[in-house]
């Protein structure tokens, strides 16, 4: 079977870094993909990493390590905007097929 | 306009009945999607298409079925509607050309069955 863990919340203050871990188990693995949903709204892609290592995007970087099937999210300069879901999903058993894990909710306080 | 669009975006209805969630979409994507997402849950694959013929179940397609009219156009019907369909649905797509893992999700439909 499939299935992906990720923590259901993390608090951060403004201005701080939080990172959000994703373990996963899989088979067919091509990439981790991260999304990002304010309460109310849409998923939004954030990142995807096919190859091991950081990828990096103004405040967000989103790592891989295959070989241990994990991944995270980092979060830098954290805004209150920042405030919202954050869900990790995997392309496994077909191309541009996703699942989601859970998601772990993030509060930034001031 | 958005890219995505989803109709209706909100729903109530009654169980037994039978209803239809549409989505549009002006990317030019030829793959399509629909999620549902429960509450503290993540969303779950009902069923995706990569292309006007080919159509595929998803995780939890059971009471579900869809209809690819044309490239921009994928509805999701329930045959039946039944209380815990109660949910969040979203449509999604993404472009081949762009690589997996990245999609783009329509607004959603509170489905609400009494």
């Known amino acids: 079977g499939q299935s992906l863990e990720q923590p259901s919340e993390v608090t951060a203050v403004e201005g701080a870094i939080v990172q959000i871990n994703c373990t996963y188990q899989?088979?067919?693995?091509?990439?981790l993909s991260w999304y990002q949903q304010h309460d109310g709204g849409a998923p939004t892609f954030l990142s995807y990493n096919a190859l091991d290592g950081l990828e990096e995007t103004g405040r967000f970087s989103s790592f891989l390590s295959r070989s241990d099937s994990y991944g995270y999210l980092l979060l830098q300069e954290l805004q209150m905007k920042d405030s919202a879901s954050y869900f990790c999903a995997v392309s496994s058993g077909g191309y541009n097929k996703l699942i989601f894990g859970a998601g772990t909710r993030l509060a930034v306080h001031p | 306009d958005a890219d995505v669009t989803q109709t209706p975006r909100n729903r109530i209805t009654k169980t037994g009945k039978r209803i239809m969630l549409e989505c549009s979409q002006t990317?030019?994507?030829?793959?399509m999607y629909w999620y549902r997402q429960d509450p503290g849950l993540g969303l779950r694959l009902i069923y995706y298409?990569?292309?006007?013929?080919?159509?595929n179940k998803g995780e939890i397609s059971d009471g579900y079925s869809v209809s690819r009219q044309a490239q921009a156009k994928f509805s999701l019907s329930l045959e039946s509607a039944i209380p815990n369909q109660t949910a969040l649905y979203f449509c999604a797509t993404s472009d081949r050309g762009q690589g997996p893992g990245t999609q783009y999700f329509g607004p959603g439909t509170r489905l609400l069955v009494l």
């Open positions: 298409s990569f292309d006007v013929k080919d159509i």
């Open positions: 990317k030019g994507h030829d793959r």
């Open positions: 899989t088979s067919g693995f091509y990439g």
